[in-house]
């Protein structure tokens, strides 16, 4: 492993608490799609592996490291009156409105790591435009080298694309780079890419979940400017 001088995060349990963020606001949209018909919004729902009544998704859930088109495609047997467009369109329309919880305070985080000379980015399974409204309305839009969504153009995790890509785009070499992630798939997409992994807890996957395919486990983001203090040592 070289000494690591890019980081690159997941966006989803991540940057953000994944619960906090999606739990309400998946409540919401699915009381939006069926008028609020508790049948209905319990069978969406379950397609899903999202409970309405408590807001808590499965940690098995597709909607964790899924794309839009995946989770769309899941939802369209339960309403015959959409189209994929139509669904795909409101559904990624709505997650820019998303309430944001940031996992950890992100303006102060982002410049520590910068000052150490860090090249940043961004790689999600979301789609990018909603990607990037939220690390805007986060304030931290502009801290990001590279932002990379299931729809530009380098494929979706756990496959590598979008992750050599990042490298590519900052001209490192994968080893140099760590991948930070909340899932499996984030997990497997940085090992395929021969980068550092770096599991962290603030989304449904528990420490166990992840650990054969972690480096390293902290419990968020916020541990990082130790966990680079130690790892430069």
């Known amino acids: 492993m070289g000494r690591l001088t890019a980081i690159l995060f997941d966006k989803d349990g991540t940057l953000f608490d994944f619960h906090a963020t999606w739990g309400g606001w998946a409540a919401d949209f699915l009381a939006e799609l069926t008028d609020g018909a508790p049948d209905a919004m319990a069978r969406l729902g379950a397609a899903i592996g999202f409970d309405p009544a408590t807001t808590r998704f499965d940690p098995h859930s597709p909607v964790i490291a899924g794309t839009p088109d995946e989770v769309a495609a899941l939802m369209l047997p339960h309403l015959p009156q959409m189209t994929p467009r139509a669904l795909l369109t409101r559904m990624n329309a709505a997650a820019a409105r998303a309430p944001l919880c940031p996992a950890v305070p992100l303006p102060p985080l982002m410049a520590d790591l910068a000052a150490r ?53 900052v001209g490192r070499a994968p080893d140099q780079v760590a991948m930070i992630g909340d899932s499996r798939h984030d997990l497997h997409a940085g090992r395929a890419a021969g ?36 790892d430069a040592g």
């Not at 990037?132 to 990001?144: D, K, Q």
């Open 195 to 230: 980068m550092t992994t770096i599991g962290v807890l603030t989304g449904p996957a528990r420490a166990q979940d992840l650990a054969d395919l972690a480096d390293a486990i902290l419990p968020d983001i916020g541990h990082l400017p130790d966990y680079l203090t130690a």
């Open 117 to 169: 000379g860090l090249a940043l980015g961004v790689a999600t399974n979301d789609a990018e435009a909603p990607a990037r409204a939220h690390l805007s309305a986060a304030g931290v839009l502009e801290r990001f080298d590279f932002i990379a969504g299931c729809d530009s153009g380098f494929g979706a995790k756990p496959e590598p694309g979008q992750l050599l890509a990042f490298a590519g785009a």
